[in-house]
Every structure is written in C-alpha cells, then in structure tokens.
C-alpha cells in the first residue's frame, strides 16, 4: 500500500526541500519505489536536482491546470541515476493556480495523484511555506505529514499556528499523522540542545530520535545537483537522513498492521 507524505512546515528556511529530497532518495536506496513531488512554487527542490523547470514539457503546473490538464503520467521523470527514484517537477508559473480556486480545489493534488499513487510505496510532496492551496491540497492527498523544525525556539511558533490549523480541517481531509524532524541544529550552542529538550517534552511520540546537523554540505550538494546523502554518504548528516528514512518505514508499516494506530496532527 503506497504512503503519501507531505514536506511541510509553516516556516521558510527549516529545510523542506532537503528533507524531502534527503529522506526520498534515502527511501529509493533501500529498494522502495519513490516518487518526489515539487509543489513549490519557488522550485527549490528542482533546482536542487539540478533543472530549470523551462526544461520540462510538463510539469505539476501542467497537470494541476484545471482548464487543459496533462496527466501525472506525462509529468513523471525518471533520475535514471538513483534507482527507484522519480521526481516531478515544480514550474514559475505554478503560483497562478492559486488565484483560480474551484469547487473541491483542495483535492486537485489528491485527485491528480491518483492513477498512479499506487504504482509507488511512498509519495514526497516538497510544500511551500505557508498554509495555503498548495499545503492543503498536500495535506488532503497525504498519510503522513513530516514537519523539518528548525532547532531554534521560534519555530514553536510556527509549530502552534500549524496544529491550530490542521485542528480545523475535517478530520476525514487530513493527515492521521505527523512527524517532526529537527534540523539545522549546531551541536555547540546551548540554544539548539534546549530546542530539541523541550521538542521532546512537548512531542514525545511524533518526534524523530535523529537530529540533522547544519552543514555547508547541504549547499554544496545542491550546486552538484544531488541528494546530500549521495554527495557525502558518510556525513552525520547524511545518517540521520537514513534513520528518519527507516522511522516512515516502520511508520507506514504500523499502519498497515493496525490503521487506527495513529496519532492526530494537532498541537
């Protein structure tokens, strides 16, 4: 049973893209079949991999247009150097979609999806800051949200306005479950370790047990055009990746052995 997961956190800068990009590529390396979906507007996951959206034919612009849609089919590329892995692009002109709202528009994503979502064990969906139309459509479509938290205490704000939110949505259109991944934590600050400490009190069962240092690296493997864990396999950073990578694993397995098992993403 395929498991969709949406990248997202209210807050810009507490590396969606990366995880999304990191954990995905983690996924296809232990032999799941991954499809990675760049939903942002601002493409930063595919500039990560190294396009421009102007090269694609279609993209998820093309296949979210409800006036003339492509399929998802049409927007699938393969990254023919990381097995398992499939990656659909973002595009600039993707942000004018969210000025033609329809009748059910919080299900384009969800509907779009559907013709293959079960081609593939898991979904990536790479969210824009914000809550807005594409976060939502992200949510509706999505098992699992992973929330990337920035090891400093003003992101509890943005965790607060995102459980207040999701609070709102009928409990039929959102995710049954939430994880959070601390990340951009400098291990020699006090401030960072504090973070994570009261993460822990406040999260205790939704929060991953690795912790993704900051490192110049994550720019660096950008630049290059890859996912970081393939440009520094060995990095700390690259690890932790991997482990949250095996924690969905068991995530999505437990909710095949016992679906209601799961936890409520609210504050």
């Not at 205490?153 to 995102?162: G, H, V, W, Y």
Request: hydrophobic fraction near 40%; charge should be negative.
């Amino acid at each position: 049973m395929s498991y969709v997961i949406a990248v997202s956190n209210e807050k810009g800068g507490t590396g969606k893209s990366t995880t999304a990009l990191n954990v995905a590529a983690a996924l296809a390396e232990r032999g799941h079949k991954t499809l990675l979906i760049d939903i942002d507007p601002s493409f930063g996951l595919t500039r990560m991999l190294g396009a421009k959206p102007e090269s694609f034919e279609t993209t998820i612009r093309d296949v979210l247009d409800d006036e003339n849609p492509a399929t998802i089919h049409e927007a699938i590329q393969e990254l023919k150097e990381y097995k398992n892995l499939f990656f659909v692009p973002a595009h600039t002109k993707l942000a004018v979609l969210e000025a033609r709202f329809e009748p059910f528009w919080e299900r384009l994503l969800a509907n779009a999806l559907a013709p293959v979502v079960e081609t593939y064990d898991f979904v990536l969906i790479d969210c824009p800051p914000g809550l807005g139309f594409f976060p939502i459509n992200a949510y509706v479509a999505a098992d699992l949200i992973v929330i990337p938290v920035q090891t400093e205490f003003i992101a509890f704000t943005s965790l607060d306005k995102m459980g207040s939110y999701l609070g709102g949505i009928p409990e039929d259109l959102r995710p049954a479950a939430f994880h959070l991944v601390p990340t951009l934590y400098d291990k020699r600050t006090k401030h960072a370790k504090e973070v994570v400490q009261e993460l822990q009190k406040r999260f205790p069962e939704a929060l991953s047990k690795h912790v993704i240092p900051r490192t110049v690296g994550f720019s660096d493997s950008s630049v290059e055009g890859k996912p970081f864990i393939h440009y520094d396999p060995h990095h700390a950073a690259a690890e932790a990746y991997r482990g949250v990578a095996e924690e969905i694993i068991e995530i999505w397995q437990s909710k095949n052995e016992n679906p209601s098992a799961q936890a409520q993403p609210t504050s």
